[in-house]
């Protein structure tokens, strides 16, 4: 099928047609709704690190749905994990909250019911106003509480010695003799990491809650959380406690029939999370683990900043509602949709050419610029209304913009940009969507744009070792300026220029940046020029 080029048409197509379980000689029919599975541990910030996830398989459920498939797509909040460290964007008195589910700290702002609430509110709402996908949500806290998984608890616990054999195989030093998968929250000071089971039955576990040291991530010393002494039993009816990850993940697969939950790539080394997991899942359970193995999105590498993962707790990270503020939705959804397999370090800097590269995909979709290659056309052109919020009914031309982005520097106001692009007879297709355009750029330019792209137009002109031929062509150019002239008709005068003064093009060009806007290079120069004016622009070069 032509359709079935495009990554997340294969992968629809494979899921549709799976037929056996991977660990059990037995048949397997997918169920009538297929549930995809996405999820976030709620630490921190949510960032578009983060929305990666989401974005990648929301391209897979619309591709299922055109496929005629019923699709539940659910986002769920890894909210009871203990909290492990403060933010760089968290008040450091938060420090005593350590511990504790992340579900039980406090909104950080005041303004929210709790800690989950006040990030969640934020990261969905941009995920559904900014980026066109609304998965379901759903909290892990809520669904122990709720009991949602009573019964696989209960089973679990019940075969508890054979998920320990599952596990033990995967591991190098054996489990504690008196290990549990549940693991409970001290109903005395309400932390999780610091219970130690001391023993279990088929409805709970015993437990004393004990100090607890761990590392973080890149660092040689330890955290220490103090446990407060206190003996109790965690009934796991009352979902007062959670299940150990690995156990949790194949819980969590069964209990919402999941078809396919992508993660990256750490949980895909051998004897790591995911397979252990689909091993409980199915020996245990019996639910076939979600669609395994290496696919487009499964496993995903992660997006590094300056080789190192986004993380909240790094700093290196942008919001998902933060980025509308500059750059396009559609953007973050092509970064993320393109070759998803691929690792990819991300510069800030770089966003003008992923727009440059959603601006091409969109001529490419409506035949503006041709492709030969079929093959190619039809996955370039699924890839562009996957990247599409909403995928616009006909074309219109779109302003570059790197250009806007240089514009903000001469001029802040639209309407000065406005009148220069007429005057530069770039058309301006949808006036409202251009200045949207615009803002962003300006925005970009200020927070991300690499220092030596930014230029401020001068008042008095640099002529700091300039030779007598550059001043001379300067002067030359003062005086074509009182003359009207679009860009290629300026363009072509400054070679009768660099002629009739001897000089050689790099010359000119390097003397006319040095004087305009006191750098070495810049933008088109005919551009530069128009947009700055030729009035303006000949007053500077009168004072050589």
């Not at 509110?121 to 892990?140: A, C, D, H, M, W």
């Not at 999780?192 to 040689?220: A, L, M, N, P, Q």
């Not at 616009?392 to 639209?414: G, M, T």
Request: aromatic fraction near 12%; charge should be positive.
């Amino acid at each position: 099928m032509e359709k079935d080029i495009f990554w997340a048409d294969q992968l629809a197509t494979q899921i549709i047609k799976r037929k056996t379980y991977n660990y059990l000689d037995k048949k397997y029919k997918n169920p009538k709704t297929l549930t995809i599975k996405s999820s976030t541990s709620i630490s921190g910030l949510p960032h578009i690190g983060n929305a990666a996830d989401i974005l990648r398989q929301d391209a897979l459920v619309k591709a299922l749905k055109e496929k005629n498939q019923k699709v539940n797509f659910i986002w769920v909040a890894e909210d009871i994990d203990p909290w492990r460290k403060v933010p760089t964007n968290i008040p450091k008195s938060f420090k005593k909250y350590l511990g504790m589910p992340v579900s039980s700290l406090p909104c950080p702002e005041g303004c929210c019911k709790n800690y989950v609430d006040h990030f969640v509110n934020l990261f969905l709402n941009s995920l559904k106003e900014n980026y066109g996908t609304n998965p379901k949500f759903i909290s892990t806290t809520k669904e122990y509480q709720k009991g949602s998984f009573y019964k696989i608890i209960k089973k679990a616990l019940q075969n508890q010695e054979q998920i320990k054999q599952i596990i033990q195989k995967y591991r190098k030093t054996p489990l504690p003799e008196n290990y549990s998968i549940w693991k409970p929250i001290c109903e005395n000071c309400g932390k999780i990491i610091t219970t130690r089971i001391t023993d279990t039955t088929k409805d709970g576990v015993y437990y004393e809650c004990k100090d607890y040291e761990f590392k973080e991530h890149g660092k040689s010393a330890y955290n220490k959380v103090k446990g407060c002494g206190h003996k109790g039993f965690s009934d796991i009816k009352k979902g007062n406690g959670k299940l150990l990850w690995k156990v949790e993940w194949a819980t969590e697969w069964a209990t919402w029939k999941v078809v396919l939950e992508a993660a990256g790539k750490e949980h895909f080394m051998p004897g790591s999370s995911f397979w252990v997991a689909g091993e409980i899942a199915e020996k245990i359970f019996d639910y076939p683990e979600p669609f395994p193995g290496k696919n487009p999105i499964q496993p995903y590498e992660y997006i590094t900043v300056n080789h190192q993962k986004m993380s909240a707790s790094k700093g290196n990270v942008v919001a998902t509602w933060e980025w509308p503020k500059f750059a396009p939705p559609e953007a973050l959804r092509l970064l993320f949709l393109k070759k998803p397999n691929k690792q990819r370090d991300f510069k800030y800097s770089e966003i003008p050419l992923i727009v440059d590269e959603l601006d091409k995909l969109e001529k490419i979709y409506f035949g503006k610029i041709k492709e030969e290659n079929k093959k190619e056309l039809i996955d370039q052109k699924r890839l562009f209304e996957t990247s599409c919020i909403k995928i616009p009914k006909s074309y219109k031309e779109k302003i570059s913009f790197s250009f806007l982005a240089e514009l903000s520097l001469i001029y802040k106001d639209f309407k000065n940009v406005e009148k220069v692009l007429k005057k530069l007879n770039h058309k301006i297709s949808d006036k409202k969507e251009t200045k949207n355009r615009f803002e962003m750029a300006k925005t970009w330019m200020q927070l991300y744009a690499p220092e030596e792209i930014k230029f401020i137009i001068q008042d008095k002109p640099n002529k700091k070792d300039l030779n007598q031929n550059q001043i001379s062509a300067l002067k030359d150019l003062a005086n074509i300026l009182k003359k009207d002239y679009n860009e290629k008709e300026l363009f072509s005068e400054f070679y009768n220029i660099i002629q009739n003064n001897g000089l050689k093009a790099p010359e000119f060009f390097k003397a006319a940046y040095q004087v305009l806007i006191n750098k070495q290079r810049g933008p088109k120069l005919a551009s530069l020029i128009l947009a700055i004016g030729t009035d303006k622009t000949r007053k500077i070069l009168n004072q050589l």
